[in-house]
């Protein structure tokens, strides 16, 4: 089966950029959407297509893909940034998520 | 706006059948725009795919589950509904249902429901 790897946790200090990455085989011919989730919340899509945001998401959040590795970027992280986040690609027209990784701000 | 409403029983015995229904406003599950989906999340775990609907009744699951699921659509109320068999513990999860805005998804899930726990336990 396919698996995207993130790792669990990842620290920041306010005003500093976050970054959380996403692996896959072949994950550069994929498509790759973000997620944050906050406690007792639904997901949010913050990232979809690697690099677009929906509307109302702001500009801080970025997204990119390299190879076999998709990347969350979070600018100037501020407090209300911390959360889990979650990547999803496609595979075989299944979907699949990565384990998910906690943002500390 | 689409919103989502998860509705169904809170707990179910083992062996049993989990059923969910996800009311849909502000879209139309007939449109051939939007994609609906159930994805669940066990406590303090990751989020799992778990299948999809087209408007045509066209499905799509998740190998691990494709054995005892079944996602359906009722148009005449503007739902669709989970169905998973046989369950056990490992199935205790909160419910999710979800839509995409356009019927090949890659614009990512857009629209969530609040979630529903569902308990298997005797």
């Known amino acids: 089966s396919y698996e995207l790897t993130q790792p669990p946790s990842v620290s920041v200090s306010p005003g500093q950029t976050a970054t959380i990455t996403c692996s896959g085989d072949k994950l550069g011919d994929n498509n790759v959407c973000w997620y944050q989730q906050k406690p007792g919340q639904s997901p949010l899509l913050v990232i979809h297509?690697?690099?677009k945001r929906p509307s109302g998401i702001p500009e801080r959040f970025s997204g990119s893909n390299s190879g076999d590795t998709a990347t969350l970027t979070i600018s100037d992280t501020q407090a209300v940034d911390e959360a889990d986040y979650y990547c999803?690609?496609?595979?075989?027209?299944?979907?699949?998520f990565g384990g998910g990784t906690k943002l500390t701000v | 706006h689409v919103q989502l409403q998860e509705s169904g029983p809170g707990l179910v015995k083992p062996s049993q059948t989990l059923s969910l229904t996800c009311t849909v406003s502000?879209?139309?599950?007939?449109?051939?725009?939007?994609?609906w989906g159930w994805i669940r999340q066990p406590a303090g775990r990751g989020l799992e795919w778990i299948g999809r609907i087209y408007y045509t009744g066209s499905t799509r699951y998740n190998p691990s589950l494709q054995n005892r699921v079944a996602i359906s659509l009722d148009t005449s109320k503007n739902q669709f509904s989970l169905k998973l068999t046989s369950v056990t513990a490992t199935d205790t999860a909160v419910y999710y249902c979800?839509?995409?805005?356009?019927?090949?998804?890659?614009?990512?899930?857009?629209?969530w429901g609040p979630g529903t726990l569902v308990t298997v336990s005797s």
């Open positions: 297509q690697y690099t």
């Open positions: 999803q690609a496609w595979h075989t027209s299944t979907v699949v």
């Open positions: 502000g879209a139309s599950t007939t449109s051939d725009s939007y994609y």
């Open positions: 979800v839509g995409c805005s356009d019927m090949s998804c890659q614009g990512g899930f857009d629209s």
